[in-house]
């Protein structure tokens, strides 16, 4: 046994990146999870009074410290852990990790997930089909990741989330910037948006501290806010992330933006934001600026892009169905072990 108490196992992991944000998957390892769903599994994690944030002590979460911080992580380090799905109607379910905890939803995540069942052959691609479906039962629902093949290859893959819908607009905040109004989203996880000009700001690498700071500070000035809570579970309630956006010019499909994310504790995702997508585009179509066939084209930070639309056909009564596109790459494989001797035991975080 280790100092930290988890048991000296080998930890095997296929990494990706989705339009530059890490996805570490552990594919062997994982401890049992008493749950019957992945909601329930979920819960297991977070502990007796825990939060997404804030989770309770256990092997299981050591596991995630140990995958999530240096040495063998950062800070900035995103991963899933594979377990069964809640029906033989998805291929498999997964719980998202960050550096901070455990998230309800993961567009990037989903695509990544999506790209590695296609790989491994979990699920499999036919010669004679451009595009494979993979079903996955994630904390917030079930969420598919279509992959688009051609030649044998993947060339894309496209993320159709649960219902996402608009809960609040122009909720006042104040931060150190001055007082803003934001507008509120929920899309597998809630979401605030406003405009970077609007706390005098740019969406640029130059402005990262302050637009993480500022990102901090609205997610805790909208802790308890009603808007936040999900009206059917408690667990999937609370502001996940930020959304710090600026408007490009237009493209002949339909919208032009880019964001910053700022989630969790002030993590900062490097991609558009799969589920923040969503969340925007919920928003665009209740401003009436994005309509039946308009695309939005949403780049991160650092110059990725997701293209995103919503499926009117398949709304429900719960929300807009949207769809959200990008690309996924493996980056490399990690057998991770832990030293019964070293004293650094699950790393650390700076």
Same mark, same amino acid.
């Given at each position: 046994m280790?100092?930290?108490g ?9 990494d990706?990146?989705?339009a ?9 390892g994982?401890?049992?999870l =008493?749950?019957?769903?992945v ?8 502990? =007796?009074?825990?939060? &997404?944030?804030? =989770? ?18 950062h ?5 899933g ?28 995540g ?10 491994t052959?979990?699920?499999t ?5 451009d595009?494979?479906?993979v079903?996955?039962?994630?904390p ?15 060339t ?25 109004e ?5 899309? &597998?996880?809630c979401y ?5 000009q609007a706390l005098g ?5 130059a402005?990262?501290p ?6 901090r ?5 909208l802790?308890?806010?009603p808007?936040?809570?999900?009206p059917?579970? =408690? ?7 930020v959304i ?10 339909g ?10 504790? &002030?993590?900062?995702?490097r991609?558009?934001?799969g ?6 585009l ?10 039946a ?10 110059g ?7 499926v009117?056909?398949?709304?429900t009564?719960d ?7 990008g690309?996924?790459?493996r ?18 975080a700076?």
């Open positions: 280790s100092p930290t988890l048991r000296p196992t080998e930890i095997r992991t296929i990706y990146h989705t530059g944000e890490p996805f570490r998957i552990v594919s062997e994982l401890p049992p =008493p749950g019957d769903t909601a329930e599994r979920r819960a297991t994690l977070l502990g =007796p009074g825990g939060s &997404g944030t804030a =989770p309770r002590p256990g092997a299981p979460d050591e596991l995630r410290r140990l995958l999530v911080r240096e040495p063998r992580g800070a900035g380090m995103y991963g852990f594979v377990v069964p799905p809640d029906d033989d109607g998805a291929h498999l379910g997964v719980l998202f990790w960050h550096k901070d905890g455990y998230s309800t939803a993961c567009g990037h989903t695509m990544a997930l999506g790209v590695w069942a296609v790989d052959g979990l699920v691609a036919s010669a004679d089909r595009d494979v479906q079903r996955i039962d994630v917030s629902g079930r969420v598919t990741a279509t992959v688009h093949r051609a030649a044998g290859r993947t894309g893959v496209t993320f159709r989330n649960v219902p996402a819908r608009v809960s609040a607009r122009k909720v006042p905040v104040t931060t150190s910037l001055g007082t803003v934001v507008d509120l989203a929920h899309a &597998g996880a605030a948006s406003l405009p970077a700001l740019t969406v640029d690498r402005a990262l302050a637009l993480t700071r500022a990102g500070e609205i997610r805790d000035a802790a308890g806010h808007a936040t809570r999900h059917g579970d =408690p667990l999937l309630s609370g502001v996940y992330g710090l956006h600026e408007e490009l010019p237009d493209t002949p499909r919208p032009h933006q880019r964001n910053v994310t700022v989630f969790a504790d &002030g993590q900062i995702d991609s558009p934001c589920s923040g997508t969503s969340a925007r919920a928003l665009l179509a209740d401003e009436g600026r994005l309509g066939g308009d695309v939005l084209t949403h780049e991160s930070v650092t990725t892009v997701f293209t995103g639309r919503t009117p056909a398949a709304t009564e929300g807009l169905v949207t769809e959200v596109t690309t996924a790459h980056t490399g494989e990690h057998r991770f072990l832990l030293d019964p001797d070293d004293a650094l035991g699950t790393g650390f700076l």
